[in-house]
């Protein structure tokens, strides 16, 4: 079973940047199809970039151009760089592991098995 640990999380103010991170305990992050999905308050979660196994990554429309997600992998682990936040993407960010039928962004994560507990990110005005 993959576990999926996050990090990085913090406050920042509106403009600034952040990097998550994210390591899957045991397991080689390029043999993963992963995600980051982030859940705010009152919301559902929703997805915000996904990466498959070999293919194209996938992000939500609310962070092209501002969010990229990446895979290190000599550091086997996934990240997500947030340039340019906005305090609408104050959320909890978690990270998702192995997706059977593809890295949908939709469905609230559905496609994913494996979460971790999620990084508080917070981006003032």
């Known amino acids: 079973q993959v576990q999926p640990v996050e990090s990085g999380g913090g406050s920042v103010q509106a403009g600034g940047s952040l990097r998550l991170s994210c390591a899957a305990s045991?397991?080689?992050?390029?043999?993963?199809?992963m995600g980051w999905f982030r859940q705010a308050p009152g919301k559902e979660r929703e997805g915000v970039a996904t990466?498959?196994?070999?293919?194209?990554?996938r992000y939500a429309d609310s962070v092209k151009g501002r969010f990229t997600i990446s895979k290190d992998n000599p550091k086997n682990t996934l990240f997500l760089l947030m340039n340019n936040l906005k305090p609408e993407d104050t959320a909890i960010y978690y990270c998702?592991?192995?997706?059977?039928?593809?890295?949908?962004?939709?469905?609230?994560?559905?496609?994913?098995?494996?979460w971790g507990q999620g990084t508080q990110v917070t981006v003032s005005s």
């Open positions: 045991g397991y080689v992050v390029s043999n993963l199809c």
């Open positions: 998702a592991a192995v997706c059977p039928l593809g890295p949908s962004l939709s469905g609230g994560g559905g496609a994913f098995r494996y």
């Open positions: 990466m498959p196994i070999s293919g194209t990554t």
